[in-house]
């Protein structure tokens, strides 16, 4: 009986210690990018997001842009896929025109949101990206 006790209080001391260390998702900046490149053909917009996050874990951004045309107004929305380094890093999200209207430099809108994921656990942590005025350039 004592053999099995010790083996027990072994056995939930082992549990103890290696629970700790499955590491939660751990973010460190979230930040978009004040500037923005509009693509040669003006129909894709290539848009920064800092990203510091622990290693190994997964990122995905997701971004809407709009902007006004004249009297139109340009929307688009796309998303983004990493993996973290541990370091800061940037992660670049292709935003296209959803519409038969170019993208223009100028001010633009950009709102979006972003997720880190431990592949260990599947803890997801979100952080809101925006909304915040954006300029679009060549």
Known sequence: MRYLRTAIAASVLTVALVIPSIA?????????GAKAQVAEDGF???APVLVNCDVGFNIFVSLRVAKATGNRLN???????SECTGADQTVIVEIPSSSTIPWKPGK????????????VTGELVQAPLGPQAIHLQK
């Open 44 to 46: 894709l917009v290539r």
């Open 75 to 81: 929307v688009g929305f796309n998303g983004a896929a």
């Open 24 to 32: 939660s998702a751990q973010l460190n900046t979230a930040q978009l």
């Open 108 to 119: 633009a809108s950009a709102t979006g949101g972003l997720s880190v994921a431990n592949p």
